[in-house]
Nanobody, 122 residues
Framework: QVQVVESGGGLVQPGGSLRLSCTTS????????MGWYRQAPGKQRQLVAG???????TYEDSVKGRFTISRDNVKNTVYLQMNSLKPEDTAVYYC????????????????WGQGTQVTVSS
């Protein structure tokens, strides 16, 4: 099971930007599908964005056009660039990873990070 560690969360004003990073212990990240989930207080964990080993991406509707997921297989890292942040984006963001057998993200998989808090508030 691959180990993943998130970083990059914090407090930002509405309209601002943050970039989350997820670094893995896996040297062959290129064969893994990676994704970001979030969980707000009192709500279920939901998929935000995912990326397959082929680079194929998927996004939750509310973040389309604002968030971008990308991967750097040399650095064993996946990023979530979040722009035009809104208060409703406030949540704990979790990285998720698993072996990719289809070329696209089909999580959730077994590997989870500890989460990083994102707070959007003025």
């Amino acid at each position: 099971q691959v180990q993943v560690v998130e970083s990059g969360g914090g407090l930002v004003q509405p309209g601002g930007s943050l970039r989350l990073s997820c670094t893995t212990s896996e040297s062959f990240l290129s064969i893994y599908a990676m994704g970001w989930y979030r969980q707000a207080p009192g709500k279920q964990r939901q998929l935000v964005a995912g990326i397959g080993s082929t680079g194929l991406t998927t996004y939750e509707d509310s973040v389309k056009g604002r968030f971008t997921i990308s991967r750097d297989n040399v650095k064993n890292t996946v990023y979530l660039q979040m722009n035009s942040l809104k208060p409703e984006d406030t949540a704990v963001y979790y990285c998720n990873a698993g072996p990719d057998y289809s070329g696209s993200f089909n999580g959730p998989y077994d590997s989870w990070g500890q989460g990083t808090q994102v707070t959007v508030s003025s």
